[in-house]
């Protein structure tokens, strides 16, 4: 670093006028800088108080909005919290008038540790170069600035070799692959082992393929596909994968990795907002039965796949009305979540479905059932345990069921033919003494 007056040949300098405004090296841990170079003066000068510097300085014509965000961007204090916090290096463009005229100029600023004067223990040093600009220069920052914005981590990936280089990336990255052209599929297969949540490993592995990601590329234009990750310190995130040809010819490929996890909650949200909504479409508040029309639209959907037997059970509660009339709705109402209960848990080892489709009437679909004796014993159990119902130490001696079977597709193929077999023969359950159940108008059980 320059620590006296060194000549500087006029060739240099106009050259050197012809593209900067100013540079300047800045030590941040002792606030002071050097001058090396400014387009009105050709030898370097010492600024013993950068800080002081800073605030008076005129230099170029700035709005009061701009040249006051430099100011503080490139005070001591923030830049020693842009090195703390990782960022080495920044630019900002701003309009500005010039000699009448006007001009686009750029600050750039690059922070190291490094001599500031001859012979000194490093220190951290902030080079600050004021630069002329062209307006593509300053539209070129905004589109990479605004490109990093939307991604954490962009690689340069060579598929045909099956090697990379890291363009931008995490600390997590620069650890799992240090140097430049690695081996893509070892480093990746590193990455999914140790990062990404079980539940997305295997698919992960699949889209990252190379041979699958250049198919998708050929075919679509772009691969993209998003995946849960665990960072270092626990946090979970989702983080999207997206491919595209940076040079088709050559197998050359951009990875860009952003952060979507936002988007992910906010949707995950969005979709159990709308399966609850499905589910309060589709049961009965009450007891969580399907209701009246969700049960018909299930069972239509299932007789249209019929491939052997099925069952519909019609289940008529008996004397209902005198549980009501006795203990009050409340009990009654925890009667009627209890019967449901009950069948959903004979039936628990067979697909079914289970509806309420009256005050005290519900239908029981088995749409596998293997016999008619299997039927007839679900039927029974179902009635012996509705019997068997208590609540707080309450013993409903009234309280049964009459239940009637229809089989498909003996007795019908269609809901509204099962539905009206079934009550049939229910009622001709309760009409026999109640509490049993009926499969056929001639025999009750």
Partial sequence: MLSQVVAVPKQLIDLLRSMYYDMYVINVERNCAHHLFSDKSDLPSFIPL???????????????????AIKERVSCEALRRSYEQGERSFQYDYPCIYNGHQQWVSFKVTMELME???????????????????????????????????????VL???????FAILCGTETDKKIAPGAFDSFSRVIEYYIQNYVAEEDKERARQESNLQYIMECLDRDGVHAFSCGVHTSDGRYLRKQWEYRY????????????????????????????????LKRA???????????????????????DLKGYAALLFIDLDDFKLVNDRFGHQVGDEVLRRVVSIMNNVVYD?????????????VVFLPSVQSV?????????????????TNHEIEFNNLSASVGIALAPRDGNDYKTLIKVADERAYEAKRSGKNRFSINTQKNY
């Fill in 157 to 163: 990936l060579d598929a045909e070799n099956d090697q």
């Fill in 350 to 362: 067979i697909p079914h479905l289970v509806g309420r489709t009256g005050g005290d009437e519900f």
């Fill in 282 to 304: 589709e049961t009965d508040s009450l007891t969580g039965a399907l209701n009246y029309r969700s049960i018909e639209q299930y069972v239509t959907e299932s007789l249209d």
């Fill in 116 to 154: 500031f004067h001859t012979g000194e223990e490093p220190s951290l040093c902030a080079t600050l170069i004021v630069q002329k600009a062209e307006r593509n220069d300053f539209l070129r920052h905004i589109i990479i600035q605004q490109v990093f914005a939307k991604g954490d981590g962009f």
């Fill in 50 to 68: 950068w800080e002081d510097y800073v605030k008076v300085a005129k230099g170029l014509f700035l709005f009061d909005n701009h040249s006051q």
């Fill in 246 to 277: 940076y040079d088709k010819k050559t197998k050359r490929i951009i990875l860009r990795r952003s952060d979507v996890t936002e988007l992910y909650m906010e949707h995950q949200r969005l979709s159990r907002e709308l399966m609850d909504a």
């Fill in 373 to 389: 004796d299997a039927a007839k014993a679900y039927a029974a159990m179902i009635c012996k345990q509705i019997q068997d119902i």
